[in-house]
């Protein structure tokens, strides 16, 4: 059972756009959550996390959102800039350990 | 570097033979872990470290596979009599440990099993 989702395996945007990632997650055991990018041949490169105590993060360009009660984050970047086209991963960790769970990734695409 | 070395980035080797990969993690960082990645797959964990000690080895997959932790800084992953199925990235990360700590990735090592 996948205990965090993302259901968007790809999303296109344009240049100076928002761009909005979803994750969703069933184990209400997690209690901080991160979001990673991923270039081909490269590792994940960590961007944002947030505890289960926020609901809101924001880092620059990025924000992550935190809806604890629908079990659900999300990710905003803006304005989405070329070189933002990557995978995006959302993970969670929570009180069984500190190993990640990740979602499938999503497959950001950003036109010039 | 900064950041979390692995070591070799690619292998290539015949199955049923051993291999073993590094990890060097960010200097300082107590907390160690193992990914793979395997194709058309997530990221899925393997094990953690923190300092020497492996408290949490439920996600490795088989008991071909084994890890070590000297010094509390390199780490150590082997795979004995490597299958086909073997065939991922295999990716560490380190981090300063806690549960609310962002953990920091290497490049992986890209393990091939002819």
């Known amino acids: 059972d996948q205990q965090v989702k993302q259901n968007s395996p790809s999303l296109s945007v344009q240049e100076g756009r928002i761009s909005i990632l979803n994750c969703d997650y069933t184990n209400s055991m997690f209690d901080y959550f991160l979001w990673y990018k991923k270039y081909p041949a490269e590792g994940p490169t960590f961007l944002i996390s947030?505890?289960?105590?926020?609901d809101k993060n924001e880092d620059g360009r990025f924000t992550v959102f935190l809806n604890k009660s629908a079990k659900h984050l999300s990710l905003h970047i803006v304005p989405s800039q070329p070189g933002d086209s990557a995978v995006y991963f959302c993970a969670a960790s929570g009180a069984a350990g500190n190993k990640l769970t990740f979602g499938g990734g999503t497959r950001v695409l950003v036109k010039p | 570097g900064a950041g979390v070395s692995q070591s070799p980035s690619n292998k290539v080797t015949e199955k049923g033979k051993d291999v073993e990969l590094r990890c060097d993690p960010i200097?300082?960082?107590?907390?160690l872990y193992w990914y793979r990645q395997s194709l058309g797959q997530g990221l899925e964990f393997l094990i953690y470290?923190?300092?020497?000690?492996?408290?949490?080895k439920s996600g490795l997959p088989s008991d071909r596979f084994s890890a070590e932790r000297t010094g509390g800084s390199v780490s150590t992953l082997t795979i004995q009599r490597t299958q086909q199925e073997d065939s991922a990235v295999y990716l560490c990360?380190?981090?300063?440990?806690?549960?609310?700590?962002?953990?920091?990735f290497g490049d992986g090592t890209r393990l091939s099993i002819l």
């Open positions: 470290f923190q300092g020497n000690s492996a408290p949490d």
């Open positions: 200097s300082g960082h107590t907390a």
């Open positions: 947030i505890s289960s105590i926020k």
């Open positions: 990360a380190s981090s300063w440990g806690g549960s609310d700590q962002p953990q920091h």
